[in-house]
């Protein structure tokens, strides 16, 4: 027997509160998280995401980009970096290399 799970993630780079340095997280979010992540007219938008990270990244004291894979029902919702250096920015952060 197979199951597949899908998660609705949103993977972030900004500034962290203390030290105020460049930092990076994996939000997954749940559905009550989903529905409250929607624009006006019901729709998972880039405005809407960001939104909804605007209240709920305590973590850190300013977003500077951020990508996302939310699922929405039968649908995937796929909102890219809005850099391409922010996609390694947030490998650096989060599998740093061993020295």
């Not at 992540?37 to 004291?61: M, N, P, Q, Y």
């Not at 990508?67 to 929405?72: G, K, L, V």
Request: proline share 3%.
């Amino acid at each position: 027997m197979r199951y597949t799970v899908r998660k609705s993630v949103v993977q972030v780079v900004g500034k962290l509160w203390m030290p105020m340095s460049t930092g990076a997280t994996e939000y997954t979010l749940s559905g009550y998280d989903v529905e409250n992540a929607r624009d006006e007219d019901g729709k998972i938008t880039r405005d809407s995401v960001d939104h909804w990270l605007a209240l709920h990244s305590g973590d850190f004291s300013s977003i500077e980009d951020f990508r996302a894979s939310i699922e929405d029902g039968d649908e995937t919702t796929e909102i890219p970096w809005a850099k391409e250096e922010s996609e390694y920015t947030f490998g650096d952060c989060m599998y740093p290399a061993e020295d």
